[in-house]
């Protein structure tokens, strides 16, 4: 199995960006933290993170045929981007929405998900955990499918 994790605007400032939201904890810990799960799991995984919404697009249609799942931050562009959903519906990968926060306890504007639309599963709230999770529930499918 090989994953491709996505990260969208801003996770790069983890650690400094918001602490009483998001942790003090920075994106290289949660990079360290998703590799070595992958890693004790005997799965491949890449990590991509751009401020750039057409950097994401494009490594996403780059995952054609390169990987089995997608998990996928996209961060702000989860409430404003419809070339993230076109992108994740033209390359047909199982996909699973990750938040760190749960922002169904935030701001309004926070409640609108276009990428939801696409995605099997929304893992919201659970802080960087919620990426092992959401890589679990990649497996889980990938598991359902091949029995």
Same mark, same amino acid.
């Given at each position: 199995m090989k994953i491709l994790v996505l990260n969208g605007?801003?996770?790069n400032m983890l650690g400094i960006r918001e602490p009483e939201i998001y942790g003090n904890k920075t994106y290289e810990d949660l990079c360290d933290l998703i590799n070595a799960y992958a890693k004790e799991k005997r799965i491949a995984v890449d990590i991509f993170?751009?401020? +750039?919404?057409? !950097?994401?697009?494009?490594?996403?249609q780059?995952?054609?045929s390169e990987y089995n799942g997608i998990v996928i931050n996209p961060a702000a562009y989860t409430h404003t981007s419809v070339a993230l959903l076109d992108a994740l519906k033209a390359v047909g990968i199982p996909a699973v929405?990750? +938040?760190?926060? !749960?922002?169904?306890?935030?701001?309004d504007y926070r409640q609108i998900s276009f990428v939801r639309e696409y995605c099997f599963e929304t893992v919201s709230g659970l802080g960087f955990q919620g990426y092992l999770k959401a890589i679990d529930l990649l497996l889980e499918r990938q598991n359902d499918c091949n029995n």
């Amino acid at each position: 199995m090989k994953i491709l994790v996505l990260n969208g605007p801003n996770l790069n400032m983890l650690g400094i960006r918001e602490p009483e939201i998001y942790g003090n904890k920075t994106y290289e810990d949660l990079c360290d933290l998703i590799n070595a799960y992958a890693k004790e799991k005997r799965i491949a995984v890449d990590i991509f993170q751009s401020n +750039h919404e057409g !950097d994401l697009v494009d490594e996403i249609q780059d995952a054609y045929s390169e990987y089995n799942g997608i998990v996928i931050n996209p961060a702000a562009y989860t409430h404003t981007s419809v070339a993230l959903l076109d992108a994740l519906k033209a390359v047909g990968i199982p996909a699973v929405e990750v +938040h760190i926060s !749960d922002v169904s306890k935030r701001e309004d504007y926070r409640q609108i998900s276009f990428v939801r639309e696409y995605c099997f599963e929304t893992v919201s709230g659970l802080g960087f955990q919620g990426y092992l999770k959401a890589i679990d529930l990649l497996l889980e499918r990938q598991n359902d499918c091949n029995n």
